[in-house]
């Protein structure tokens, strides 16, 4: 279960907001082998003073416009997958709803199974 939060400043539509959650979520499908209805998101939209980060670190070129998504999963893909993942990612968001490359910045977080609950108190893949 990949745990999926989203950072943007304030102002856009619900529809826009979808379609990036969309656009993230069918990376991690086609790429991450994530089953199609293992989808939970935060989407937070921010104040413009909410959101920092150095306009050129590590070889960007970042506009006002930036995003951070932060993806919590289990551990175990490889350096490959998530190379391919960040492409996917990207690529979609700029084909679907027009967001610079340079403007997205992902961090993945790995966990054990064990670290998953998906309600009732129940650790769900512990064995």
């Not at 104040?47 to 050129?56: F, K, Q």
């Not at 084909?95 to 403007?103: A, G, L, S």
Request: proline residues 4%; hydrophobic residues 40%; contains cysteine.
């Amino acid at each position: 279960m990949p745990l999926v939060k989203i950072y943007l400043r304030k102002g856009h539509a619900p529809e826009y907001l979808r379609a990036f959650g969309d656009c993230v979520h069918e990376a991690l499908v086609a790429q991450a082998n994530v089953p199609a209805d293992d989808r939970f998101q935060i989407i937070m939209e921010v104040e413009d003073h909410g959101l920092i980060a150095h306009p050129t670190y590590g070889g960007a070129s970042r506009s006002d416009k930036f995003v951070f998504i932060e993806i919590t999963l289990n551990a175990g893909r490889t350096v490959d997958v998530k190379k391919n993942l960040y492409a996917d990612i990207v690529v979609r968001l700029e084909k679907e709803i027009d967001v610079r490359p340079d403007d997205v910045t992902i961090s993945l977080i790995e966990v054990t199974k064990e670290n998953w609950s998906f309600g009732g108190g129940r650790a769900t893949y512990a064995g």
